[in-house]
């Protein structure tokens, strides 16, 4: 009976912190959370944050960007992504993987507030993907 409740305790706990995919939809994480396409068995998770943006009310000579690093699993394969946009015109500019016919896409992040942070923990920003079929592929 114990163990009964504390299996409830740990599937509800971790439930919680996983986010729904649905094609074709703008879906946000933070590095906390993990996504989930649970028709196509696909997860994803941000492993690591890299911001090389230029600190508001500064001058740089460049502007940077936002890189995220995320973990895949998808048809029982691991793989690691490095996906990058620019620090201007995120909302134009977008970095996109393949995964089998289907393309994974990061806009960066709506509120554009994160800058220096190399690190996943306790990161309460949110950052923005979208899965789509690949262009000419047909629907499944």
């Known amino acids: 009976m114990i163990?009964?409740?504390?299996?409830?305790i740990l599937s509800v706990s971790t439930?919680?912190?996983?986010?729904p995919i649905t094609v074709g939809e703008i879906f946000s994480i933070s590095a906390s959370e993990k996504a989930e396409w649970r028709?196509?068995?696909?997860?994803v998770e941000i492993t690591r944050i890299m911001d090389s943006r230029c600190p508001e009310n500064t001058n740089c000579i460049w502007a940077g960007?936002?890189?995220?690093?995320?973990?895949?699993?998808?048809?029982e394969v691991?793989?690691?992504?490095?996906?990058?946009?620019?620090?201007?015109?995120?909302?134009?500019?977008?970095?996109t993987v393949s995964i089998g016919d289907l393309e994974l896409s990061?806009?960066?992040e709506p509120d554009n507030k994160l800058?220096?942070?190399?690190?996943?923990?306790?990161?309460?920003?949110?950052?923005?993907?979208?899965?789509?079929?690949?262009?000419?592929?047909g629907d499944k």
């Open 15 to 19: 439930s919680s912190d996983v986010v």
């Open 106 to 108: 990061f806009m960066g």
């Open 78 to 95: 691991e793989e690691l992504k490095i996906l990058t946009v620019p620090a201007v015109g995120k909302r134009n500019s977008k970095s």
């Open 115 to 137: 800058h220096k942070s190399s690190s996943t923990e306790d990161s309460p920003v949110r950052f923005e993907f979208v899965l789509e079929k690949e262009k000419g592929t």
């Open 65 to 75: 960007e936002l890189s995220v690093e995320v973990k895949v699993v998808f048809e």
């Open 3 to 8: 163990f009964t409740i504390l299996l409830f």
């Open 39 to 43: 028709q196509g068995g696909m997860f």
